[in-house]
Nanobody, 131 residues
Framework: QVQLAESGGGSVQAGGSLRLSCALS????????MGWFRQAPGKEREIVAA????????YYIGSVKGRFAISKDNAKNTVYLQMNSLKPEDTAVYFC????????????????????????WGQGTQVTVSS
């Protein structure tokens, strides 16, 4: 079965940077849409960023635009989240998610932005930003 493994989390001071990685293993018969979610203590899980299999289409939640960048390496089955100018409010557990994107031109260039759209999830990695 498809498995996702996040890495790169840690503790940094406000204004610092972190780069999260998510490696997908298992079946690679079809391409996958990849996304990043986060959940802070006492809050609901929210979308952070998403990317199509082609890498041409990307989505970012408003609060991270201009600071975060999502990218992927299809050859390595890995998606990345570069996080710059981190703020204390970015503190959360970050989850990687994936869903089979199909084999059409349309599905290879689309992305998902809701939790229910994704079938496979990683265990999460903690990101803590101190003031």
């Amino acid at each position: 079965q498809v498995q996702l493994a996040e890495s790169g989390g840690g503790s940094v001071q406000a204004g610092g940077s972190l780069r999260l990685s998510c490696a997908l293993s298992g079946s690679t018969i079809s391409p996958y849409i990849m996304g990043w979610f986060r959940q802070a203590p006492g809050k609901e899980r929210e979308i952070v960023a998403a990317i199509s299999w082609s890498g041409d289409n990307k989505y970012y939640i408003g609060s991270v635009k201009g600071r975060f960048a999502i990218s992927k390496d299809n050859a390595k089955n890995t998606v990345y989240l570069q996080m710059n100018s981190l703020k204390p409010e970015d503190t959360a557990v970050y989850f990687c998610a994936a869903e089979n994107s199909g084999d059409s031109y349309y599905t290879r260039n689309m992305y998902f932005t809701t939790e229910g759209d994704y079938r496979y999830w990683g265990q999460g990695t903690q990101v803590t930003v101190s003031s």
